[in-house]
């Protein structure tokens, strides 16, 4: 069992930038994926980034590339999302979720946190 706790969102302005950070306990994390989604209201749940915990292999959707960068620290079990250059678009609810390497579901979701831009 993995939980997930996020924090770090809030209300900016376009352009501003924003930290998320998702800490995580339980399981030895070694062999997960961590990974940000987020949901905007009336829209579907979508992938922004992941990262291996051992090999800190990064992803991102093509919406966040350049703008976003997941990082975690495994000393203190977090995983990071810094978000730059905001858009009003991106505002959504962001969640951390992990699964296994082998595994394409996620299987373990924080509570989410709300980020809001401001145009």
């Known amino acids: 069992q993995v939980q997930l706790v996020e924090s770090g969102g809030g209300l900016v302005q376009a352009g501003d930038s924003l930290r998320l950070s998702c800490a995580a306990s339980g399981r030895t994390l070694s062999s997960y994926v961590m990974g940000w989604f987020r949901q905007a209201p009336g829209k579907e749940r979508e992938f922004v980034a992941s990262?291996?915990?051992?090999?800190?292999?990064?992803y991102y959707a093509d919406s966040v590339k350049g703008r976003f960068m997941i990082s975690r620290d495994n000393a203190k079990n977090t995983v990071y999302l810094q978000m730059n250059s905001l858009k009003p678009e991106d505002t959504a609810v962001y969640y951390c979720?992990?699964?296994?390497?082998?595994?394409?579901?996620?299987?373990?979701w924080g509570q989410g946190t709300q980020v809001t831009v401001s145009s």
């Open positions: 990262i291996t915990w051992s090999g800190g292999r990064t």
């Open positions: 979720a992990a699964r296994g390497l082998k595994t394409i579901k996620y299987d373990y």
